[in-house]
């Protein structure tokens, strides 16, 4: 665990960009708050690892197995054209993976997902837990395979 990682350390470093939606077996999934993407998310391993390289393949596939739960939910509640999924860390170093629903109608259908805080940022913690909620909902429906 690192002391400096807000994925680690959650509370209020994780609070600045994300809301937390649920633990998973593998990750806990949080609801970006830079919304110009209707239900992005990030899925955030709960190892500490920098690369995916660095877990076992049992983990891995667990990771893994979380980011689909994950897209399945955003597919059913927000039916987006297209699920964009990146992973970065250069500057943060713990694993995780961003989920960007996309949409024909989008502001930059056909390329890379962006981010821009003045299009649709939630702001306080009732309108996160509003879209959590949805996405909560129907990843426990599909975990207990409704």
């Not at 309108?127 to 599909?142: F, N, S």
Request: aromatic share 10%; hydrophobic share 40%; proline share 3%.
């Amino acid at each position: 665990m690192d002391q400096n990682c807000a994925y680690c350390m959650k509370g209020e470093l994780v609070a600045k960009f994300g809301y937390e939606i649920i633990e998973l077996p593998a990750s806990v999934v949080y609801l970006f708050k830079e919304q110009s993407h209707p239900g992005r998310c990030i899925v955030a391993s709960k190892h500490h690892v920098s690369e995916i390289i660095e877990l076992s393949e049992a983990d891995r596939n667990a990771f893994f197995a979380d980011v689909n739960l994950v897209s399945n939910a955003i597919h059913n509640v927000y039916h987006p054209d297209k699920v964009n999924y990146g992973m970065y860390g250069d500057t943060g170093h713990h694993l995780h993976m961003h989920l960007a629903p996309k949409y024909r109608d989008e502001f930059e259908w056909g390329g890379v997902f962006a981010m821009d805080p003045n299009l649709h940022k939630l702001t306080d913690d009732a309108a996160c837990e509003a879209e959590a909620a949805k996405l909560r909902a129907e990843i426990t429906a599909l975990r207990s395979g409704n």
